[in-house]
């Protein structure tokens, strides 16, 4: 079973679309985040869900609306995607905060063309 | 501007051989230090975190020295094998649930 999924896997598409990535964790964590790695592999946080609640929002285009359902699902939609927008998002869970084990899905290569 | 610097950007270590990766912070209020290994196509894992209390702590073969004064912080890979080949991040956190990751460094264990 996997811990942290998300889907798709890959994303391949063209500027101006929109698109959504889904996330769920079936940890029974409270605290979900969405992370940005650009092709040098930086990681950089994007969002941050507690309970359902954003408790951060990492200065991102707010063509960028992250979305929760429950606090096992945390899904990211994008709109009028650019050529930036490139890159692994990948979404993660933990307990209550980051300074317990973040559990990492496998991240969406998001390549727009 | 970047909050936690990692060195060097890659290593290759033969199989056997220590691997050692260094960390420098800044913000004297991160008081969480965890290291993140990355396979290619996944996502980061935590491998072992130490917090400044202490100055070291090992885990099998992994180990973090931690110096709080100068501000530094090291993952040592005693007895490095080819499994090991992956992408280190040091990370830091201050309280405030951001975790600020170093741009990670690639070790190569070669045969």
């Known amino acids: 079973d996997t811990a942290v999924s998300q889907t798709p896997k890959y994303l391949v598409t063209q500027m101006g679309n929109d698109k959504s990535i889904k996330c769920e964790q079936n940890?029974?964590?409270?605290?979900m985040y969405w992370y940005k790695q650009d092709s040098k592999k930086f990681l950089k946080i994007m969002f941050s869900?507690?309970?359902?609640?954003?408790?951060i929002n990492e200065t991102v285009p707010n063509r960028f609306s992250p979305k929760s359902p429950d606090k096992a699902h945390l899904n990211l939609h994008i709109n009028s995607l650019e050529l930036g927008d490139s890159a692994v998002y990948f979404c993660?869970?933990?307990?209550?905060?980051?300074?317990?084990?973040?559990?990492f899905g496998s991240g969406t290569q998001l390549s727009v063309l | 501007q970047q909050q936690v610097k990692q060195s060097p950007q890659s290593l290759i270590v033969q199989k056997g051989g220590i691997s050692i990766i260094n960390c420098a912070y800044e913000?004297?209020?991160?008081?969480?230090f965890p290291w993140y290994q990355q396979f290619p196509g996944k996502g980061p894992a935590l491998l072992i975190a130490?917090?400044?209390?202490?100055s070291e702590k090992k885990e099998g073969r992994f180990t973090i020295s931690f110096n709080k004064s100068a501000k530094q912080f090291s993952l040592h890979i005693m007895d490095s094998q080819p499994g090991d080949s992956a992408t280190y991040f040091c990370?830091?956190?201050?309280?405030?649930?951001?975790?600020?990751f170093g741009k990670g460094n690639q070790v190569v264990v070669i045969p």
């Open positions: 993660a869970s933990s307990p209550t905060g980051v300074d317990e084990k973040l559990f």
């Open positions: 940890l029974g964590h409270d605290t």
């Open positions: 869900y507690n309970n359902k609640e954003l408790i």
């Open positions: 913000n004297t209020a991160f008081d969480y």
């Open positions: 130490i917090r400044p209390d202490v």
């Open positions: 990370a830091a956190n201050g309280g405030n649930n951001r975790l600020a």
